[in-house]
């Protein structure tokens, strides 16, 4: 259109899509060994946790995106510091993701094939996508959104039939403890998404119910996974679900219409490229909108290709050992993304305010005319 | 162009290198997932694990083949292998066949009885793990035979259509419950014992795969086997209609009624914090099948209170064993326990004690349609 | 010729005749063509007062030449009588019977309007002329649409000749807000192109930019429908259409009342109706004439058949070769039987099949009307057989392609199907070479190029994806009943929303 931007909608069909894919690998494996049967109910307890961080970056970002607002607050070389913070936790979040994905893709049921080859596959569509405009990977994500939703629909669906409450319930102050904890991690896990704000400077104002809509999605997405959660959690039981590699592709291995197909985890496995692409995407024009506030325009153009080379090197050689990419997606990644999705915005957010509070005192303090 | 190039073209200022990456995928010497071709496998269908000296003993079966347009048939292919582990006798069983033995097909799993006695544990975690087999295989226990020679008694023909159509007939209410593998590695792990359909090889020579009751396992080696009217009260208690037909001899003239359903709930009272008696209520509903006259009224009452005497026998028989054997493999006590989260968190461990001591009330509704 | 030679700037000449205008000149600018005629008449018998006709044979109708100039050029006694300044202003205001008179001083106009099928009238002693129009009205008959037939509906079609296709659209569209505004298109063809739009319904900024787009075409000549197409869209390179078109009158101004803008070119017996978003090759003219329900089954049919015939190739080859698990057993079996005994590979299989699909297609559309049918049908049916029963191709590929390519068939605009055509072949590939992996690549991949595409500034996926609070006119992938369309579709920017009560 005459404009390059995006709206609302588009932005947070792009967060969804993009969480799926560590939500699918992580939830509720992750959450298990604390809380337990209360995998599920942690996710919604995240839930709050997830739409404060959300107000946070976006009430920092307001119309510029994040990174103008940071270096606006505090100063150039200060914000510049933090907004390159940024970038490197984003460019190891891109490598990570792009590991994981060809990982989960080798060994889906390609038994042969070289994990360099997935790996170049996904990050040579993930370069095409990352050099051109954002309003046209919009609407790509809105269109995997829906593919990624039917999919899961489909699979949780079909198992609803075999869940049985029992597995889920019944759960007790006693266990509040876990399940709290388990909640920091989950809201870990959905941070994400804390790459999203970035691109706030590229969205359509629309003006109406604009916190109705930011709830909506918010709580809406985060409702949802809690229920696909209960829905995997009531079909193995926590036990089971804590043994296997990853309990949701697992199931989708299970679920099926008899004479219809059977055994399609491999089509899942398959479509949920989909959401790594997403999420990669999102991270590739998140870091071309913060390096866009540090380099000069000439640089730009480049900034695509810099991203995904650099992302695809990490992923060859940040992880050596079998089992290391999965052990920092466990544990160091949802600590990170608590650390620069909440903490950090609350800091600038809290010293936001005192700066313009002393900004009103110091006017005020003019304004006492002799 | 002075248009703005929009959308996704690439930049296609040489074809050149594209070119020479195709062509390098194109060579083997790229990372590229092998094709395989599908004329050249063997689907296997059953897969049967019993102890051996080496350590486990595997045995495969695929079903009738079919060769040709004409579809002329062949007979089914069995293949076995005893090596040290599951992933090596597998392995071995590729080894065996000129073609390419594919397990992504197994639907039925049968375990023999004295696999069972040893541990079903590492059996279910290789399912679990796998990326060709997978949790939703049917389980099944061989009673008073070993896995490999279940499997052989299907000769020509193999034993999985047999398997498959007691699994449908199952899901139609006329033979006994089946369950997956997923569903008995759940119990296993949420509740402490599962039960499992047992089989056992009967007819001539162990031609034909005859049903035979369940088999209960706790913690994951076999406690027992419940046969006849124990495994009737079995199914009442998980809460599932199967193949059973009552004769009653009323003041009319005999009927016979079928059971459709059957649901069991399950309540705990508890004194303090101490389960003091599990109460059990029963629905069943049955269906007139025979009778001389239509019985009505009169007949009808007795007819139940017969129907509900004969399940309340079934029940008591079934939960004497499971409470012998400390297994409350059809989570009554979970069940239960959904209603008092407190007291059955504190319960919940030492639950399978209590089952064996708490005493039980049962309550038997009969239904007729 | 060197590169810059190539690329030099290719100013057009103006004027493109230069000189005065005299019937010199005239006869100089159309000196070897033999259709190239004048008549010298005097006018009502008087010698001293002599005019010179000129027309072009063939374009000119010498019915209304004769009766209409050159009978009162000759009968008419005011001629005579009136004094000679006077003259040429008598026969500009009504001697004579023409429904258009206009005097011209240029060589260019006069060249122009007789090759449009005028005549020029020279008088003796002036430098400028007379133009009257007298064409000739041959064209094609309005006939049916072959390409669209109508079950329920008008059964006129566009025709090659410009002002008919708009006299057509005219008797449709009664409104005096249908405004038609006309550009030449071609160096050397002069072809019009006419614009048309409703005035207070179509987004002006469209009319605009189509405007500029097509004044800025500087080509030799409209010869195809193609010499349009691609300059006007904003990319050429995708294969997938993005200015739908239509033969029928009644869709065209169907188009226009939802907020779209027409295009005719003389010559092209095609309306185009822009901007195009994705559904509009979904829909046919029938959509409307039959029932909500029916219409709406049957436009899911088609966008299911779309996704058939994309992805069944593709999931051919990546389930049997590199998934078989997630093919329903007792068709894997039958699979495998079969399969035994054929010596290609599933992938060479799939491919050689899809290819030999589109040979028998091509072929079929180079034989003439009768026999190309029956050899369609019989090569398609004994090549297949006997391919089958000789163990060439399996069946399990045979029907897989034929389903992928019947339901591409379904398609009601051929410039999409033939789109689709091109992707599944490279589905397959990418399925070929990388199992389902691949395919979901490709398949991300086509979603992020359609996402990508716009259409005079409105986005290609714009029925699915706009997600502004912009009010949807209709939902796209079935039809509401028609007293429920009460808004304009949303994306075309139009200026008048709704359209009913």
């Given at each position: 259109m005459?404009?390059?931007?995006?709206?609302?909608?588009?932005?947070?069909?792009?967060?969804?899509a993009?969480v799926?894919?560590?939500?699918?690998?992580?939830?509720?494996?992750?959450?298990?060994?604390?809380?337990?049967?209360?995998?599920?109910?942690?996710?919604?307890?995240?839930?709050?946790?997830?739409?404060?961080?959300?107000?946070?970056?976006?009430?920092?970002?307001?119309?510029d995106?994040?990174?103008?607002?940071?270096?606006g607050?505090?100063?150039?070389?200060?914000?510049?510091?933090?907004?390159?913070?940024?970038?490197?936790?984003?460019?190891?979040?891109?490598?990570?993701?792009?590991?994981?994905?060809?990982?989960r893709?080798?060994a889906?049921?390609?038994?042969?094939?070289?994990?360099?080859?997935?790996?170049?596959?996904?990050?040579?569509?993930?370069?095409?996508?990352?050099?051109?405009?954002?309003?046209?990977?919009?609407?790509?994500?809105?269109?995997?959104?829906?593919?990624?939703?039917?999919?899961?629909?489909?699979v949780?669906?079909?198992?609803l039939?075999?869940?049985?409450?029992?597995?889920?319930?019944p759960?007790?102050w006693s266990?509040?403890?876990?399940?709290?904890?388990?909640?920091?991690?989950?809201a870990?896990?959905?941070?994400?998404g804390?790459?999203?704000?970035?691109?706030?400077?590229?969205?359509?104002?629309?003006?109406?119910?604009?916190?109705?809509?930011?709830?909506?999605?918010?709580?809406?997405?985060?409702?949802?996974?809690?229920?696909?959660?209960?829905?995997?959690?009531?079909?193995?039981?926590?036990?089971?679900?804590?043994r296997?590699?990853?309990?949701?592709?697992?199931?989708?291995?299970?679920v099926?219409?008899?004479?219809?197909?059977?055994?399609?985890?491999?089509?899942?496995?398959?479509?949920?490229?989909?959401?790594?692409?997403?999420?990669?995407?999102?991270?590739?024009?998140?870091?071309?909108?913060?390096?866009?506030?540090?380099?000069?325009?000439?640089?730009?153009?480049?900034?695509?290709?810099?991203?995904?080379?650099?992302?695809?090197?990490?992923?060859?050689?940040?992880?050596p050992?079998?089992?290391?990419?999965?052990?920092?997606n466990?544990?160091?990644?949802?600590?990170?993304?608590?650390?620069?999705?909440?903490?950090?915005?609350?800091?600038?957010w809290?010293?936001?305010?005192?700066?313009r509070?002393?900004?009103?005192?110091?006017?005020?303090?003019?304004?006492?005319?002799? | 162009?002075?248009?703005?190039?929009?959308?996704?073209?690439?930049?296609?200022?040489?074809?050149?290198?594209?070119?020479?990456?195709?062509c390098?995928?194109?060579?083997?010497?790229?990372?590229?997932?092998?094709?395989?071709?599908?004329?050249?496998?063997?689907l296997?269908?059953?897969?049967?694990?019993d102890?051996?000296?080496?350590?486990?003993?595997?045995?495969?079966?695929?079903?009738?083949r079919?060769?040709?347009?004409?579809?002329?048939?062949?007979?089914?292919?069995?293949?076995s292998?005893?090596?040290?582990?599951?992933?090596?006798?597998?392995?071995?069983?590729?080894?065996?066949?000129d073609?390419?033995?594919?397990?992504?097909?197994?639907?039925q799993?049968?375990?023999g009885?004295?696999?069972?006695k040893?541990?079903?544990?590492?059996?279910?975690?290789?399912?679990?793990?796998?990326?060709e087999l997978?949790?939703?295989?049917?389980?099944?226990?061989v009673q008073?035979?070993?896995a490999?020679?279940?499997?052989?008694a299907?000769?020509?023909?193999?034993?999985d259509?047999?398997?498959?159509?007691i699994?449908?007939?199952?899901?139609?209410g006329?033979a006994?419950?089946?369950?997956?593998?997923?569903?008995?590695?759940?119990?296993?792990?949420?509740?402490?014992?599962a039960?499992?359909?047992?089989?056992?090889?009967?007819?001539?020579?162990g031609?034909?795969?005859?049903?035979?009751g369940?088999?209960v396992?706790k913690?994951?080696?076999?406690?027992?086997?419940?046969?006849?009217?124990a495994?009737?009260?079995?199914?009442?208690?998980?809460?599932?209609?199967?193949?059973?037909?009552?004769?009653?001899?009323?003041?009319?003239?005999p009927?016979?009624?079928?059971?459709?359903s059957?649901?069991?709930?399950?309540?705990?009272?508890?004194?303090?914090?101490?389960?003091s008696?599990?109460?059990?209520?029963?629905?069943?509903e049955?269906?007139?099948?025979?009778?001389?006259?239509?019985?009505?009224?009169?007949?009808?009452?007795?007819?139940?209170?017969?129907?509900?005497?004969?399940?309340?026998?079934?029940?008591?028989?079934?939960l004497?064993?499971?409470?012998?054997?400390?297994?409350?493999?059809?989570?009554l006590g979970?069940?239960?326990?959904?209603?008092?989260?407190?007291?059955?968190?504190?319960?919940?461990?030492?639950?399978?004690?209590?089952?064996?001591k708490?005493?039980?009330e049962?309550?038997?509704?009969?239904?007729?349609? | 010729?060197?590169?810059?030679?190539?690329?030099?700037?290719?100013?057009?000449?103006?004027?493109?005749?230069?000189g005065?205008?005299?019937?010199?000149?005239?006869?100089?600018?159309?000196?070897?063509c033999?259709?190239?005629?004048?008549?010298?008449?005097?006018?009502?018998?008087?010698?001293?007062r002599k005019?010179?006709?000129c027309?072009?044979?063939?374009?000119?109708?010498?019915?209304r030449?004769?009766?209409?100039?050159?009978?009162?050029?000759?009968?008419d006694?005011?001629?005579?009588s009136?004094?000679?300044g006077?003259?040429?202003?008598?026969l500009?205001?009504?001697?004579?019977?023409?429904?258009?008179?206009?005097?011209?001083?240029?060589?260019?106009?006069?060249?122009f309007?007789?090759?449009?099928?005028?005549?020029?009238?020279?008088?003796?002693?002036?430098?400028?002329?007379?133009?009257?129009?007298?064409?000739?009205?041959?064209?094609?008959?309005?006939?049916?649409?072959?390409?669209?037939?109508?079950?329920?509906g008008?059964?006129?079609?566009?025709?090659?000749?410009?002002?008919?296709?708009?006299?057509?659209?005219?008797?449709?569209?009664?409104?005096?807000?249908?405004?038609?505004?006309?550009h030449?298109?071609?160096?050397?063809?002069?072809t019009?192109?006419?614009?048309?739009?409703?005035?207070?319904?179509?987004?002006?900024?469209?009319?605009?930019?189509?405007?500029?787009?097509?004044?800025a075409?500087?080509i030799?000549?409209?010869?195809?429908?193609?010499?349009?197409?691609?300059?006007l869209?904003?990319s050429?390179?995708?294969?997938?259409?993005?200015?739908?078109?239509?033969?029928?009158?009644?869709r065209?101004?169907?188009?226009?009342?939802?907020?779209?803008?027409?295009?005719?070119?003389?010559?092209?017996?095609?309306?185009?109706?822009?901007?195009?978003?994705?559904?509009?090759?979904?829909?046919?003219?029938q959509?409307?004439?039959?029932?909500?329900?029916?219409?709406?089954?049957l436009?899911?049919?088609?966008?299911l058949?779309?996704?058939?015939?994309?992805?069944?190739?593709?999931?051919?080859?990546a389930?049997?070769?590199?998934?078989?698990e997630?093919?329903?057993?007792?068709?894997?079996?039958?699979?495998?039987?079969?399969?035994?005994e054929?010596?290609?590979?599933?992938?060479?299989?799939?491919?050689?099949?899809?290819l030999?699909?589109?040979?028998?297609?091509?072929?079929?559309?180079?034989?003439?009307?009768?026999?190309?049918?029956?050899?369609?049908?019989?090569?398609?049916?004994?090549?297949?057989?006997?391919?089958?029963?000789?163990?060439?191709?399996?069946?399990?590929?045979?029907?897989?392609v034929?389903?992928?390519?019947?339901?591409g068939y379904?398609?009601?605009?051929?410039?999409?199907?033939?789109?689709?055509?091109?992707w599944?072949?490279?589905?397959?590939?990418?399925?070929?070479?990388?199992?389902?992996?691949?395919?979901?690549?490709?398949?991300?991949?086509l979603?992020?190029?359609?996402?990508?595409?716009?259409?005079?500034?409105?986005?290609y996926?714009?029925?699915?994806?706009?997600?502004?609070?912009v009010?949807?006119?209709?939902?796209?992938?079935?039809?509401?009943?028609?007293?429920r369309?009460?808004?304009?579709?949303g994306?075309?920017?139009?200026?008048?929303?709704?359209?009913?009560?």
């Open positions: 005459k404009d390059d931007k995006i709206s609302r909608t588009q932005l947070m069909a792009l967060l969804w993009g799926m894919a560590p939500a699918a690998e992580l939830l509720p494996g992750l959450l298990l060994p604390g809380a337990g049967k209360g995998a599920w109910l942690a996710v919604v307890l995240a839930a709050p946790l997830v739409l404060v961080a959300g107000w946070l970056l976006g009430s920092l970002a307001g119309r995106g994040l990174a103008r607002s940071v270096t607050l505090l100063g150039r070389w200060l914000g510049g510091g933090v907004v390159l913070l940024y970038i490197v936790w984003g460019l190891f979040l891109l490598s990570l993701r792009l590991r994981l994905c060809a990982q893709l080798l889906s049921g390609e038994r042969d094939g070289a994990l360099w080859f997935f790996l170049l596959s996904v990050a040579v569509v993930l370069l095409w996508m990352g050099r051109g405009k954002l309003a046209a990977f919009a609407r790509a994500g809105q269109l995997f959104l829906t593919a990624l939703l039917l999919t899961a629909g489909v949780l669906g079909l198992s039939f075999q869940a049985r409450p029992e597995r889920l319930l759960l007790w266990e509040a403890g876990p399940v709290l904890r388990a909640a920091l991690s989950a870990g896990v959905m941070g994400w804390l790459f999203l704000p970035f691109l706030m400077g590229d969205v359509r104002d629309q003006g109406e119910n604009k916190n109705w809509h930011w709830l909506f999605w918010g709580l809406g997405g985060a409702l949802l996974l809690s229920a696909a959660q209960a829905v995997i959690l009531g079909n193995l039981g926590a036990a089971l679900a804590a296997l590699d990853n309990p949701f592709f697992a199931l989708a291995k299970s099926g219409v008899e004479g219809a197909f059977q055994r399609v985890e491999g089509v899942v496995t398959a479509l949920w490229t989909f959401a790594d692409l997403t999420m990669g995407g999102v991270l590739v024009f998140a870091l071309r909108a913060m390096t866009a506030e540090l380099l000069p325009p000439k640089a730009l153009p480049w900034i695509s290709w810099t991203a995904v080379v650099l992302g695809t090197a990490g992923a060859l050689v940040l992880f050992a079998a089992g290391t990419a999965e052990l920092w466990r544990r160091l990644v949802p600590a990170g993304n608590l650390a620069l999705g909440f903490l950090l915005p609350a800091l600038l809290v010293g936001e305010r005192l700066f509070r002393k900004g009103k005192n110091s006017i005020s303090c003019m304004r006492k005319p002799a | 162009m002075k248009y703005a190039r929009v959308g996704g073209g690439l930049c296609a200022a040489s074809p050149l290198p594209a070119i020479l990456a195709l390098l995928l194109l060579t083997g010497c790229s990372g590229l997932p092998t094709a395989r071709e599908m004329g050249d496998m063997a296997l269908r059953t897969l049967g694990v102890p051996s000296p080496a350590g486990v003993s595997v045995t495969g079966s695929t079903g009738p079919a060769k040709g347009l004409q579809g002329d048939r062949e007979p089914a292919l069995t293949l292998a005893d090596r040290e582990s599951l992933s090596g006798a597998c392995l071995a069983m590729q080894g065996q066949s073609s390419f033995v594919f397990f992504g097909y197994v639907d799993l049968l375990v009885e004295e696999l069972a040893e541990g079903v544990r590492p059996v279910l975690d290789y399912f679990s793990r796998d990326a997978g949790l939703g295989a049917q389980l099944w226990l008073g035979a070993s490999r020679d279940a499997l052989s299907g000769g020509d023909e193999g034993v259509a047999r398997l498959e159509t699994q449908n007939d199952s899901k139609m006329i006994n419950l089946t369950r997956t593998a997923g569903a008995v590695y759940t119990d296993l792990l949420e509740l402490g014992s039960y499992v359909p047992a089989l056992s090889p009967a007819g001539e020579g031609a034909v795969l005859a049903e035979q369940y088999g396992l913690g994951d080696v076999l406690a027992g086997f419940l046969e006849g009217e495994a009737k009260g079995v199914e009442l208690l998980a809460g599932g209609s199967s193949a059973d037909v009552l004769d009653v001899e009323l003041a009319e003239g009927v016979s009624v079928k059971v459709t059957a649901c069991t709930k399950s309540r705990l009272e508890f004194q303090g914090e101490v389960p008696a599990l109460k059990l209520t029963c629905k069943v049955v269906r007139l099948l025979e009778y001389r006259t239509r019985p009505d009224g009169q007949g009808l009452e007795s007819l139940r209170t017969e129907a509900s005497r004969r399940e309340r026998v079934r029940l008591e028989g079934a004497e064993q499971l409470r012998a054997w400390g297994t409350d493999c059809a989570g979970a069940k239960a326990g959904m209603f008092h989260p407190d007291r059955w968190q504190a319960v919940q461990a030492d639950w399978p004690e209590y089952f064996s708490v005493p039980v049962i309550q038997v509704e009969v239904k007729v349609r | 010729m060197s590169r810059q030679e190539a690329n030099a700037p290719h100013p057009r000449k103006e004027p493109r005749l230069p005065p205008l005299s019937l010199e000149r005239l006869e100089e600018v159309f000196s070897d033999v259709d190239f005629s004048k008549r010298e008449v005097f006018l009502h018998g008087d010698s001293q005019a010179t006709v027309y072009i044979d063939g374009q000119a109708r010498t019915e030449l004769n009766d209409y100039v050159l009978r009162p050029l000759a009968q006694p005011m001629l005579a009136v004094p000679e006077e003259l040429f202003a008598l500009e205001r009504g001697a004579l019977y023409a429904q258009a008179a206009k005097r011209e001083t240029e060589v260019d106009p006069v060249a309007a007789l090759i449009n099928g005028s005549c020029a009238l020279f008088l003796e002693g002036r430098d400028d002329c007379l133009v009257f129009p007298v064409a000739t009205e041959e064209k094609r008959s309005v006939g049916e649409p072959e390409n669209e037939p109508a079950l329920k008008a059964r006129d079609s566009f025709v090659e000749s410009l002002r008919t296709n708009t006299s057509l659209v005219r008797r449709r569209m009664r409104a005096p807000e249908l405004k038609i505004r006309e030449i298109v071609g160096r050397q063809s002069l019009p192109v006419d614009v048309l739009w409703i005035d207070g319904i179509a987004d002006p900024d469209t009319v605009a930019l189509l405007s500029e787009r097509l004044d075409i500087d030799d000549g409209v010869e195809a429908a193609g010499n349009l197409e691609e300059y869209v904003d050429a390179r995708s294969p997938f259409p993005l200015m739908p078109f239509t033969q029928r009158p009644d065209f101004c169907q188009g226009l009342l939802e907020g779209r803008v027409g295009l005719l070119a003389d010559g092209i017996p095609l309306g185009w109706l822009l901007p195009g978003a994705i559904d509009q090759f979904f829909k046919t003219g959509d409307r004439a039959y029932h909500w329900l029916v219409a709406s089954a436009s899911a049919i088609r966008w058949c779309a996704l058939i015939t994309l992805l069944v190739p593709g999931l051919y080859i389930l049997v070769t590199f998934h078989p997630a093919i329903p057993p007792k068709l894997a079996l039958s699979i495998v039987a079969a399969k035994q054929v010596p290609f590979s599933t992938i060479f299989e799939v491919l050689i099949m899809l030999a699909f589109e040979v028998i297609q091509e072929a079929g559309l180079r034989l003439p009307g009768p026999i190309g049918a029956t050899v369609s049908i019989l090569g398609g049916l004994v090549v297949g057989n006997a391919a089958v029963e000789a163990h060439i191709v399996s069946p399990a590929v045979l029907i897989a034929a389903i992928a390519g019947v339901a379904t398609m009601p605009s051929q410039d999409f199907g033939n789109a689709l055509r091109l599944r072949f490279l589905l397959a590939i990418l399925a070929s070479l990388g199992g389902l992996t691949g395919l979901a690549l490709g398949c991300a991949g979603i992020y190029h359609l996402a990508g595409l716009e259409s005079f500034g409105v986005p996926l714009a029925p699915f994806t706009t997600g502004t609070r009010p949807r006119g209709h939902p796209s992938l079935f039809r509401l009943p028609l007293p369309m009460k808004w304009r579709d994306p075309i920017q139009t200026q008048n929303r709704r359209n009913q009560k």
